[in-house]
């Protein structure tokens, strides 16, 4: 009976990847592959954006009265949330950011191309400009 479990574990082992674990891997992936990806609305991702700026807004016109830790955290996690909308990307990217790493980046102004600007639309030259701007406040 040893030789027969240990003739099944070595046969197990050297199959499953092949006639199980293959199969099963395909058809996962297929089914994402043709899962439909629900976008969300235009206007919830405005009254979310509204939302996050108000929260933004009374946090720092609270800690401007009374300075307290719950203001401090309700403005970092609106701040978390608008940098990951504007970015599209993952929260844990976004919170990794270092606020020397945010304040010594490279001047736009000074490293972008000709080329770059004519492929930009009108919207994001508008985003470049209020970049220097916000870039000058600090």
Do not use: C
Not at 77 to 101: C, D, H, P, W, Y
């Amino acid at each position: 009976m040893q030789e027969n479990a240990d003739n099944f574990e070595k046969l197990l082992e050297s199959e499953w990847s092949h006639r199980v674990s293959h199969h099963s891997l395909s058809a996962l992936s297929t089914s994402k592959f043709n899962k439909v990806q629900l976008l969300p609305l235009a206007d919830d991702l405005e009254k979310l954006r509204k939302y996050v700026l108000l929260k933004m807004s009374s946090s720092v016109q609270l800690l401007e009265e009374k300075p307290n830790l719950e203001a401090w955290s309700d403005l970092a996690q609106a701040t978390l949330a608008r940098l990951v909308m504007f970015n599209k990307r993952r929260g844990g990217e976004a919170s990794k950011i270092l606020l020397e790493s945010y304040l010594n980046r490279p001047d736009w102004t000074e490293v972008n191309s000709p080329e770059i600007m004519s492929a930009l639309s009108s919207f994001e030259k508008e985003l470049s400009r209020r970049q220097v701007k916000i870039r000058n406040y600090y």
